[in-house]
T-cell receptor, first 112, second 115 residues
């Protein structure tokens, strides 16, 4: 049972425009959410996170929004750059142990 | 900080042999380490979670006798693929976290090819 879902396997965006990547989860026990970026044949790198006590966290061009009632989070990248082209995974964690669940990933392509 | 290394980065082995992959946290003590497997164009699949000094907890469907995980110290975990077969060929990634952290820090991955 996939507790964290990314329904868009791929996304193409023009350079300079906004990229919006979405993620849905089902487990209401999740209280911390993270986004990771992954290039082919490399391990994921941490991008940004948000605690369930917040609804927005911003770091430079990256902003994560959390809607707890909808069990939905999104990652906004503004402006998008060609170097942002990668697979983005959202992940959710519950501080009841080491539960840590990844979504299926969204492949972002930023077109120059 | 929070650097995780994996060795080797790429390994080719013959069917029926065993191969060991090491995962090290270089600048922090990893109380928990995770092993993932990624198939081409697919998501990361959590294989097992290991706490230092304890037996690993395997996810459903993962053969614990085939994928031996050892987390003997706070900086080292190993994954041994025993009696490897071509279907075990994959990209294996480890990650590590320290006790007070939510974030997992990932290694660069190991590409295993079984011929």
């Amino acid at each position: 049972d996939q507790q964290v879902k990314q329904n868009s396997p791929s996304l193409s965006v023009q350079e300079g425009r906004i990229s919006i990547l979405n993620c849905d989860y089902t487990n209401s026990m999740f209280d911390y959410f993270l986004w990771y970026k992954k290039y082919p044949a490399e391990g994921p790198t941490f991008l940004i996170s948000i605690s369930s006590i917040k609804d927005k966290n911003e770091d430079g061009r990256f902003t994560v929004f959390l809607n707890k009632s909808a069990k939905h989070l999104s990652l906004h990248i503004v402006p998008s750059q060609p170097g942002d082209s990668a697979v983005y995974f959202c992940a959710a964690s519950a501080w009841t142990g080491n539960q840590f669940y990844f979504g299926t990933g969204t492949s972002l392509t930023v077109i120059p | 900080g929070a650097v995780v290394s994996q060795h080797p980065s790429w390994v080719i082995c013959k069917s029926g042999t065993s191969v060991k992959i090491e995962c090290r946290s270089l600048d922090f003590q990893a109380t928990t380490m995770f092993w993932y497997r990624q198939f081409p164009k697919q998501s990361l699949m959590l294989m097992a979670t290991s706490n230092e000094g304890s037996k690993a907890t395997y996810e459903q469907g993962v053969e614990k006798d085939k994928f031996l995980i050892n987390h003997a110290s706070l900086t080292l975990s190993t994954l041994t693929v025993t009696s490897a077969h071509p279907e075990d060929s994959s990209f294996y990634i480890c990650s590590a976290k320290y006790r007070a952290s939510y974030e997992q820090y990932f290694g660069p991955g190991t590409r295993l090819t079984v011929t």
